[in-house]
């Protein structure tokens, strides 16, 4: 072999090497959904959900949901539903920081974060979560758990089914007009 060709070959090995070596640092950047609420929706006895001054706090009563503390509005089947399809079921992408003095920045701290509290049947809590918006993608919110103080971009925007307001969770109950056929056959 020539001086030339065993320079050339030395060359093109050490650029393999460096691609090689470029392609395995480069795969940590890749985002990696991977389930972010581990909890089986059948073992949640209630929820609660708490941003800045507002609180509310849904529970399994029987074979449906109530508003803890009102007795005045019924659940929505809908609201539930999407609870429960929606949010159970969000994954955590990219990790976004490690650093807990930017949790203000993403809106996952005490104060801006909205807080989502899982618990069981004895009251224990199983998981707790405070998610926060994304300035820059309306379609994915920030999230971090109580057991992982990093900060986590999720796969899609759940932060519109986690409302602190009674009336987005519930409504007043339909009242029933009597037919005149019911009232003859109660007054006949």
Do not use: C
Not at 5 to 29: D, E, F, R
Not at 35 to 45: G, K, R
Request: hydrophobic share 35%; aromatic share 10%.
């Amino acid at each position: 072999m020539t001086k030339n060709l065993k320079i050339a070959l030395g060359i093109l090995g050490l650029l393999v090497i460096v691609y090689l070596i470029n392609m395995q640092g480069q795969s940590q950047y890749t985002s990696k959904a991977t389930e972010l609420i581990t909890i089986n929706a059948e073992d949640i006895d209630r929820f609660l959900i708490q941003n800045k001054d507002d609180a509310i706090e849904i529970a399994r009563q029987d074979s449906g949901w109530v508003i803890s503390g009102n007795d005045t509005l019924v659940v929505k089947e809908r609201s539930i539903d999407s609870f429960l399809n929606k949010v159970l079921a969000v994954k955590k992408g990219s990790l976004v920081t490690t650093k807990t003095e930017k949790w203000a920045t993403y809106s996952v701290d005490d104060s801006t974060g909205t807080h989502l509290a899982l618990l069981d049947k004895e009251g224990n809590t199983q998981a707790y979560y405070v998610f926060g918006r994304s300035v820059s993608d309306y379609g994915r919110n920030y999230v971090r758990t109580h057991i992982d103080p990093h900060v986590y971009l999720t796969d899609e925007s759940v932060i519109y089914y986690l409302r602190a307001q009674p009336t987005y969770w519930g409504e007043k109950p339909k009242v029933e007009v009597p037919t005149a056929d019911s009232t003859s056959a109660i007054t006949g």
